[in-house]
């Protein structure tokens, strides 16, 4: 017999406390809940790396931060009692751990759902099998299906989807900005900005500087272009080497100094007519400002194009794998000269 649905919410906390992708991969799912939930809160709890990422989200109203694993028992117990104050109607976790489900537990939010894997479900007393290791859709849709379903458990009929941009910068934010960095960096008016972003963050296997060379070598643009090359921390030499070399194939490229912060960096993306990386932060980033994205992907199943689709429109889009018959992770054998065909076709015209 199917429970009576409870009293809409008043105060829900989203818990997606991982990587930066995976954060921006949540917003639709923010997006959805604020449009639901007009009169109430949503609190959403992160990670130290993406907080000003969630500070800037227009969907949220407070922010929690995680102290994360290595901060111990205390840590978790404080984190406990920070959410039992905050007295939450609901929680809506969409990356489970055991650690989280035992904070949520012990801060006796009444409701709890969770995807139904992993020891942490026990924690939770609402769950949805969604089978993510298939990846039959994409993570934001796994993100969307469990915000729906805590809509139907409160009888909140679900408003219609999001569309993209799920990120609209302020123009305020960026009057200005692309003056600046033409100014800064060279770059003749006319010329379009190209952002390459040979980093990986640790995530995803992406391509070797050597073939971001050679695949902007073989772009073939009806236009001017700038290549922007950019980076995660720790990965500016790596920038600097790219953009070099760049200039040595007689390619106008220029490295972007680290920034202040990740909300500038997205600011600077969004000049972008287009983003080439791997699957990444900064590619999720892009998607949501509906920036036209190329990303490479291994054809690992946990990690395909599917399960980590970018959130721009469906035409701003180009995605390339390593061909069948090849290790799903040798991002060598992926053919970069059809690979700038499709994306000089698509974009460059």
Partial sequence: MPRPPLAPPRRVLV??????????????????????????????????????????????????????????????????????????????TLFSTTRIGIALAAARIPYRLAPATKIAQVFHNRRLRQRRSRSEKPEYAYNLDL?????????????????????????????GLDRRLRTAHGIAPEARIVVLHPGSGGSAANLAPAQYAELARRLQPAFPVHFLVTAGPGEEAGAEALARRLRGDGLAASALPPRAGLVD????????????????????????????????YPRRRSATPLRWQTLNSPGRR????????????????????????????????
């Fill in 147 to 175: 915000a729906r379903r805590l809509l139907a458990d409160h009888g909140v009929a679900p408003p219609p989807d999001p569309r993209p941009p799920v990120w609209r910068l302020p123009a305020a934010e960026t009057a």
């Fill in 265 to 296: 960096f997205a600011r600077h993306l969004a000049l972008a007519a287009l983003f080439i990386g791997g699957s990444t932060g900064p590619l999720h980033i892009a998607g949501a400002l509906d920036v036209p994205t190329a990303a490479f």
């Fill in 15 to 92: 818990v997606r406390n991982d990587k930066i992708g995976d954060f921006m991969l949540a917003w639709p799912s923010l997006a959805l809940l604020r449009a639901a939930l007009p009169a109430g809160e949503i609190h959403a709890l992160v990670p130290r790396y993406t907080r000003e990422l969630a500070e800037a989200c227009p969907w949220i109203d407070a922010v929690v931060e995680d102290p994360g694993p290595e901060a111990g028992g205390r840590a978790l117990r404080g984190l406990a009692a920070e959410l039992r104050r905050r007295r939450f109607d609901a929680a809506l």
């Fill in 318 to 349: 180009l995605a390339f794998t390593p061909p069948h018959g090849a290790p799903e992770e040798d991002m060598g054998r992926i053919d970069l000269a059809a690979a700038a065909r499709a994306i000089s076709a698509h974009f460059l015209r």
